[in-house]
């Protein structure tokens, strides 16, 4: 089993197609044809199903494309600390991302671009896929090195997730709505609102879920929408409530109420899979990380933010 015929094999178990793989791998597609087989005979069975226009996995290759991600992240790794040895830093990271307004405890471009003046070379791909949850699934089975996302529990299985920032969710509705004025608000008080919120397995949604659960109240879902943006569009114009941490929603006209009694927080962590050694460039980018979030820390604890000596 060579590591060149597990790399074409995850390419095409990816990307779902022998073309789209050969593109990818910049080969021809009978060079991408004759590695999987070449793979199959090895392994003695069939991995993928050819039998429609979409290449989809057999049960061998969904046990396999795991395990080779893995083969291919520990060759990476052996790679680069090579590399390091040569005196530079390369390699992929491949990065998972929130929205914008999902991350006003941190700012990534300013993570990525503090990172490029030190490893120039260090190809980082940031990509915002469906939510935390998906996000998880991504660095358990080796699509991700590393993500910025939020979850309810702490210590999920197969990561390891280093805390962020922690903020109180609170009840988001226009300035003009009967619950405005108040000092405090119980779950049960909200039971017959209509409210918009993102995708099952998104932070907030997670997080809000959570708690209605806790307190055993069933809330309408009226508008369930992608982006942090458009929520707060419907909140502002009145069609919903919605319970969000007040920073995804800075510069609106938005009334915030706090929750009395299971109030949720909006948690936001930097994870890595925690069954396998992260690549030399995704150490050297939790490196900056800390370096980045130490910074801040001082910052703010220093009496009116003044970190002269």
Do not use: Y
Request: proline share 6%; with cysteine; aromatic share 4%.
């Amino acid at each position: 089993m060579e590591l060149r015929h597990l790399t074409t094999f995850v390419a095409v178990a990816e990307e779902g197609s022998f073309t789209r793989a050969a593109d990818r791998l910049h080969v021809v597609q009978s060079a991408v044809s004759a590695g999987v087989r070449t793979l199959e005979r090895d392994l003695g069975a069939q991995l993928f199903d050819r039998s429609t226009a979409h290449v989809a996995l057999t049960d061998a290759g969904r046990a396999l494309l795991p395990e080779a991600r893995r083969v291919l992240a520990a060759a990476a790794v052996a790679r680069e600390s090579v590399e390091l040895v040569k005196g530079g830093l390369r390699g992929t990271i491949r990065l998972g991302t929130m929205q914008a307004q999902g991350m006003r405890a941190f700012s990534v471009p300013a993570l990525l671009a503090a990172f490029r003046v030190h490893h120039p070379d260090v190809d980082v791909q940031a990509v915002h896929g469906g939510g935390s949850l998906a996000m998880a699934d991504e660095l358990r089975d080796g699509s991700l090195d590393l993500a910025f996302l939020s979850l309810p529990e702490r210590r999920p299985a197969g990561l390891t997730l280093t805390l962020l920032g922690s903020e109180p969710m609170m009840l988001a509705c226009p300035r003009e709505h009967r619950l405005a004025g108040r000092a405090g608000i119980t779950l049960s008080a909200l039971a017959q609102e209509s409210f918009a919120e993102l995708p099952p397995g998104w932070g907030t949604r997670m997080a809000s879920d959570r708690v209605f659960a806790a307190a055993g109240v069933r809330r309408t879902i009226a508008f369930e929408v992608n982006d942090t943006a458009s929520l707060v569009d419907f909140v502002r114009h009145g069609l919903a409530i919605a319970l969000l941490p007040p920073s995804m929603a800075a510069g609106t006209d938005l009334a915030f109420v706090p929750i009395r009694h299971h109030a949720p927080l909006f948690e936001t962590f930097v994870a890595v899979p925690s069954d396998r050694r992260p690549s030399a460039s995704t150490r050297a980018l939790l490196q900056t990380l800390k370096t980045m979030t130490d910074q801040q820390a001082r910052f703010a604890a220093a009496p009116n933010g003044d970190l002269s000596p």
